[in-house]
């Protein structure tokens, strides 16, 4: 059934929508629901899965999170009621794009999703390219404590489905040295898993 809707261009409709660039004029609540919409139909159509990464939707998301404000983790005047709604479905987006079998053996089609990783590590690459630096930008701007571990929990799968040829520079090119430190990003980690255990 996802599979089907997925075929017949409703993928392609939504990923128009809600990119900004194309300047629609919805709601964040009409907004937030269509992205709640992907989630759903990647968590049971590979179809889905493999649309968004050919619409390219990890350039889409990223111009999502440009609308905060992360040098001082609050959302830009640009924002309403509704922003983090829209992040948390926009980091469960990325969640179901990017499964690890042996962690989320509950997510439906994990393991599929893997194998098409696997075979298809440029567009791993290219998920790291547009999203690694503003995800660590959220994280160090301390928005919200389930956003921040929601960004820390999307890194730890990039970094796990990344091959050792491309981590060197996709760390560069989040200046990591410079600005950051990853002993501190796997504390921040461990500390906001452990937060998370208790609600």
Known sequence: MLDELSKHGLI????????????????????TGLIGLLVKLTSGSMVAVKTLFDLNICRILKEIFSIYDLSHGVPS??????HYNQMHEVLKLLIQ????????????????KEAFLVTHPDLVEKFGNDLLHVLIQVVDSGVDLYICYGCLSVVDKLL?????????DLL???NISRGHNLEFLI????????ISLQF
């Open 187 to 194: 504390l921040n980690y461990t500390f906001f898993y452990q």
């Open 160 to 168: 796990y489905h990344s091959n050792s040829d491309m981590l060197p």
């Open 77 to 82: 005047p640009r924002t309403i009621d509704g």
């Open 97 to 112: 794009l990017l499964p690890v079998v042996s962690r989320n053996q509950e997510v439906p089609l994990a393991a599929e």
């Open 12 to 31: 392609h409709q939504v990923a128009y929508l809600i990119d900004l660039i194309n300047h629609t004029t919805l709601s964040y609540s009409v907004h």
């Open 172 to 174: 560069k090119s989040t």
